[in-house]
């Protein structure tokens, strides 16, 4: 049974259809991406995941069951569009807010303060939150998103306002929550955030499913039909001419080279092609990036839409 699951729900405006017929699993202790364009429907159905607004139709359930108001203490959400008070001192808004989700004073206090030190914020417990820089503000918003420890976890672009650096910092602390049992939904345009970090991923355009499954089978469905090898030696115009390759690189220290595979073909075969000579460095059968996949899905979309 998946943890969350959303059956069929359809969302619709006065002119303008958000959600139609969206299904979706979402398994325990996974990070799931919850992906699309723009407008494509994606934030509709986190306000209706979170009860901001109800479905016109469908249900989403929590363990089996349709999910209620009550349950909401056992979520984590963090908006795309943040909401801290600007005047407020940093360290007395992370508590009220912390105290909001259902601690005591002191567990508030002793959480955040734990927080702030392995976030490296703790100087900045005095501060207002105006002179905050926006990533700090995001260091900020994310701790107090996890705060009371919620067993799901929802971010909509987490990584918007980081550095390279606090992007990474992001990374390895979501990657933490899902070790020790944490649920996770992330909404996000960073497909290699997505690679790196997703083990699935449903997809949204035009307000409907366009894509789903795990990140990796994802990946192999949309194989390049392509082995890379990296050597070090030399191949001979004669080699080269008989291994007829789709594309080929090669210095005076060895090359690369990319050789066509047939459905279902592992690397053994187009190894074996190549003249034991060669020192073979590193071999992988090629799959599209996240980032392609997304483009393909949703130009290919979109044309069916003109």
């Known amino acids: 049974m998946p943890y969350l699951e959303v059956k069929e729900v359809s969302k619709h405006y006065a002119t303008h ?30 306000r209706i995941i979170n009860r901001i607004t109800a479905p016109d139709s469908g249900q989403v359930l929590l363990e ?14 963090l ?60 260091k900020v918003q994310f701790i107090c998103t996890v705060i009371h420890e919620p067993k799901l976890l929802i971010f909509d672009e987490p990584f918007s306002g980081f550095d390279p650096v606090n992007a990474e ?30 083990d699935s991923i449903t997809l949204i355009d035009h307000a409907r499913v366009v894509l789903a499954g795990r990140t990796e089978e994802v ?11 990296r050597y070090d030696g030399q191949l001979t115009p004669e080699e080269l001419t008989r291994l007829a390759p789709i594309e080929h ?3 005076e220290w060895g090359g690369t080279i990319r050789l066509p595979l047939s459905e279902g073909e592992d690397l053994r075969h187009p190894l074996s092609l190549l003249p034991q000579t060669l020192r073979i460095r590193h071999a992988e059968h090629e799959y599209p990036s996240m980032h392609e996949i997304f483009l393909q899905t949703v130009q290919s979309t979109s044309q069916e839409h003109e």
């Not at 958000?18 to 429907?41: C, K, M, T, Y």
């Not at 108001?69 to 959400?77: A, F, K, T, V, W």
């Not at 807010?97 to 100087?123: C, N, Y």
């Not at 979501?174 to 997703?198: K, P």
């Open 17 to 46: 259809t958000a959600l139609d017929r969206v299904s979706l699993q979402v398994e325990e202790g996974q990070i799931f991406g919850l992906l699309g364009p723009n407008g494509a429907g994606k934030s509709s159905l986190i």
């Open 64 to 77: 089996g069951k349709p999910i209620r108001e009550s349950d909401l203490r056992h979520i984590g959400y």
């Open 79 to 138: 908006p795309e569009e943040r909401g801290l008070y600007p005047k407020m001192k940093v360290g007395e808004q992370a508590i009220y807010l912390s105290r909001l989700k259902g601690l005591t004073k002191q567990e508030a206090e002793g959480r955040v303060r734990k927080w702030f030190e392995h976030l490296d914020i703790l100087p900045w417990w005095e501060k207002k939150v105006e002179e905050l820089s926006k990533g700090m503000q995001q």
């Open 169 to 198: 910092t992001l990374k390895q602390e979501i990657l933490r929550l899902r070790d020790n049992g944490t649920t996770l939904i992330l909404s996000t345009h960073n497909m290699q955030s997505v690679e790196e970090l997703c």
């Open 219 to 229: 990946r192999r469905a949309h194989s390049k039909g392509t082995a890379l090898i």
């Open 249 to 251: 690189e090669q210095n």
